[in-house]
């Protein structure tokens, strides 16, 4: 019997909504509730899925107490799984030995060490005066704030390298007539990716389930969009936080993404915007793409309107991109350029000039400037929060971060 894993039952609790925190711009301090893991149901046959590590927590901050994981249950079927991976630390790292923790910079022709030094991770696009990509500036085009304050670069990459992978696609009634399109999307948007990629698929109503556990088989995928039946609401913080969450703890690659893909305002979540974007900045990424499909007779303009901003939030807080195309045939044009925004992204890494242990938000601000260019304009993550060393073990939140160990059922 083909099954599919409920990824998240009622993603974040009612206690969510009471969520207390620190963000720039239009967002408030507000404290979360914690919630008790959740069981869920098995995971497809056609899926070839790890068994996920324990779940992440961040570490509490002076501003609140991040919100819980969900457990993902398994099946007891007798098909052998491959061995648990320790997910990688995403983003940020803290540093495994004071050794490796020490960093130095020069102040005033002066060089001096730090033993609590923590490493940044951003993921960066640059794109030129007329929102054209650039991808071929050195290192010394780059200044990274933090703070209001200037870092100093440790780590700069400009390659091609594997991404883990999430795709979220709305299966509310409204997406019916849209599905061949999307679907066609989405299975070109692995197609365009480096052959390392690995991608898990996730349909979202009013619950979200996994359909295709991490893989880079287009055969896989392509059955996996085969499960999805469109009817009920749309829980998209709710489906985002169970995502990012699965992501962290299952992702064996340090670079992280989620590319949403829906047609209307969320209308039957638990948790908020801002927890959502609270837990997204706790978990340490991903970047989150999103594909607006806001258009036609199914979706009112008070809609579109919030749903725009609801989505333009999700992926500039995160460093990401929001796409809101006029029609469905520009839907395939718009995973082709989510594909190439991906490959051809700067990793710079610095060493932040506050210890970890003062807690709270860091607002991070990125510029270029290089010869030959004019407004160039960097986008990447606009912030994060940090983590301590208590917090740090097997996944990017430590060995018991929020959830119990996955259970048959």
């Not at 989405?186 to 979202?204: G, H, I, W, Y």
Request: net charge negative.
């Amino acid at each position: 019997m083909r099954r599919r894993s409920n990824v998240f039952r009622g993603a974040a609790a009612a206690g969510l909504l009471g969520l207390l925190w620190l963000l720039p711009g239009r967002f408030w301090a507000q404290t979360p509730a914690q919630t008790p893991p959740v069981q869920m149901p098995a995971t497809p046959p056609a899926a070839s899925a790890p068994q996920a590590t324990p779940a992440p927590q961040a570490a509490p901050t002076p501003q609140s107490t991040p919100a819980q994981a969900p457990a993902l249950s398994r099946d007891t079927d007798p098909v052998a799984s491959p061995d648990p991976v320790a997910a990688p630390t995403v983003g940020q790292t803290p540093a495994a030995t004071p050794a490796a923790a020490q960093g130095v910079t020069k102040e005033d022709g002066r060089y001096t060490l730090r033993a609590d030094a923590y490493l940044v991770r951003l993921n960066a696009s640059v794109l030129d005066s007329s929102g054209r990509v650039v991808d071929s500036l050195p290192e010394s085009a780059f200044t990274v704030f933090e703070d209001g304050v200037r870092q100093t670069i440790s780590g700069f990459r400009h390659e091609d390298v594997p991404v883990s992978i999430g795709i979220l696609i709305d299966s509310s009634g409204s997406m019916y007539d849209k599905r061949a399109a999307v679907d066609a999307a989405s299975l070109n948007l692995v197609k365009l990716s480096n052959p390392q990629d690995e991608a898990f698929l996730v349909d979202f109503s009013s619950e979200a389930y996994i359909d295709q556990d991490f893989t880079n088989s287009i055969a896989k995928l392509q059955q996996g969009l085969s499960y999805i039946k469109s009817s009920g609401g749309t829980a998209l913080y709710d489906a985002v936080i169970a995502s990012a969450d699965y992501l962290a703890k299952n992702g064996r690659r340090p670079k992280q993404v989620l590319l949403i893909v829906t047609d209307g305002d969320d209308n039957a979540s638990s948790a908020s915007l801002e927890s959502t974007i609270r837990r997204v900045q706790d978990l340490d990424g991903p970047q989150i793409y999103c594909i607006g499909l806001l258009f036609g007779d199914d979706t009112s303009r008070s809609e579109a309107r919030h749903s725009r901003e609801v989505l333009t939030e999700l992926a500039a807080q995160t460093g990401g991109m929001a796409y809101f195309p006029k029609a469905l045939k520009d839907v395939n044009e718009i995973a082709q350029e989510v594909a190439q925004d991906i490959r051809t992204q700067y990793t710079i890494e610095y060493r932040s000039t506050k210890p970890p242990s003062l807690g709270g938000y860091r607002e991070v601000h990125v510029e270029a400037k290089e010869k030959g260019y004019r407004g160039l304009q960097v986008r990447t993550r606009t912030g994060y929060f940090p983590r301590t060393a208590a917090s740090t073990g097997p996944g990017p939140d430590g060995p018991d971060a929020g959830s119990s160990a996955p259970q048959g059922r």
